[in-house]
């Protein structure tokens, strides 16, 4: 199965000269995103930590940026058919919003067991939700159908080169702010996130190591870039419910093998931890996919002793009352 739409007979891989026109499309649209640091998290990793803080933005997640990237990229009659996409949560928010800003009908195909305020957001920006069973149901089967069936464009959460390049401005604005890093750690789902904030490293600061982070639970991405492959594993279960795709895209692929150096995994109970030192330390609320990158590194998982280190926290999207038992362990 691959993520792209029915794009993968003639694979448009992404660069950083389309990181630099997705910054020019949504200027002023997505919300340029504060750098956090920590005296606290520097002693405990020992090392300057840059946190780029993606749980502020619009929709509380990085995905706005690719999602709009996306839509205004569209030739004027395919937006007239509105778009199809396919979420648990964070990516069906952004299209959602991002769809209404620009005037463009949307439908996304989510999980029946999506966190309930994540589809209460999309609902609310006027998006039409179509319902199933990720674990008996071909998501990707169904956003086709519903595409072909409605002339609409399919855009998917990870496996589309406009995605990929929205995505990569939030490492491109990071950068611009703090200047050279050492080392760039970045979660991992579906692998937008990582390849497009690998193409900004690495035209911005030739000498930055870039990591990715799954859950322990999910780790096809580890698997594929040592084997050489895309490798594709059953659903996994983890709290971090915007991490797990199957297997990475046909889009980001080439870019994960040619810029990031290795993809790392961490457990749920570190995630708990991490969460509860944004929370308690940082007052920021950070869910649990958008802890990934932190999490491995405040446990050693990466070495980064000395190094300038930026670490995007993808977002913040997590229902208040499991938030609360997760860091409580009520």
């Known amino acids: 199965m691959n993520d792209s739409g029915g794009q993968s007979q003639s694979l448009r891989i992404p660069t950083f000269d389309d990181v630099l026109a997705a910054r020019a499309r949504i200027a002023g649209q997505a919300h340029r995103t504060p750098v956090l640091t920590s005296r606290t998290a520097d002693a405990r990793a020992g090392a300057a930590l840059f946190f780029k803080a993606e749980n502020l933005q619009r929709v509380g997640a990085f995905k706005f940026r690719g999602a709009y990237n996306a839509i205004a990229a569209l030739a004027p009659e395919a937006r007239r058919n509105g778009v199809v996409a396919f979420s648990s949560g964070n990516h069906a928010q952004a299209i959602a919003y991002a769809a209404q800003l620009q005037g463009v009908p949307a439908t996304i195909v989510m999980p029946q067991d999506a966190p309930a305020m994540k589809m209460a957001a999309t609902s609310g920006y006027g998006a039409e939700i179509i319902l199933y069973d990720r674990y008996t149901e071909d998501r990707q089967a169904i956003s086709d159908r519903i595409a072909r069936e409605r002339g609409a464009a399919l855009i998917p959460p990870y496996d589309h ?59 096809d991405g580890q698997q594929s870039l040592r084997k050489g492959e895309i490798v ?15 297997h990475v895209g046909n889009h980001n692929f080439p870019i994960l093998q040619d810029k ?71």
């Open 161 to 219: 080169p406009d995605v990929i390049a929205g995505q990569g401005t939030a490492a491109l604005e990071l950068i611009e702010e703090t200047g050279a890093l050492d080392l760039l750690v970045v979660p991992l789902g579906g692998g937008g996130l990582l390849a497009g904030s690998a193409l900004a490293a690495r035209a911005l600061s030739s000498g930055c190591t870039v990591i990715g982070v799954e859950p322990e639970a999910g780790n």
């Open 232 to 246: 594709t594993i059953p659903v996994p279960r983890s709290i971090a419910d915007g991490a797990l795709p199957t």
């Open 260 to 330: 990031v150096a290795d993809i790392v995994t961490v457990t749920d109970a570190q995630l708990v931890e991490t969460m509860r030192f944004f929370a308690e330390r940082m007052k920021i609320i950070v869910e649990p996919t958008g802890c990934l990158a932190a999490a491995a590194v405040f446990n050693g998982i990466i070495p980064c002793s000395g190094k300038r280190v930026g670490i995007i926290l993808s977002g913040g999207n997590v229902d208040i009352a499991a938030f609360a038992a997760m860091v409580t362990g009520t």
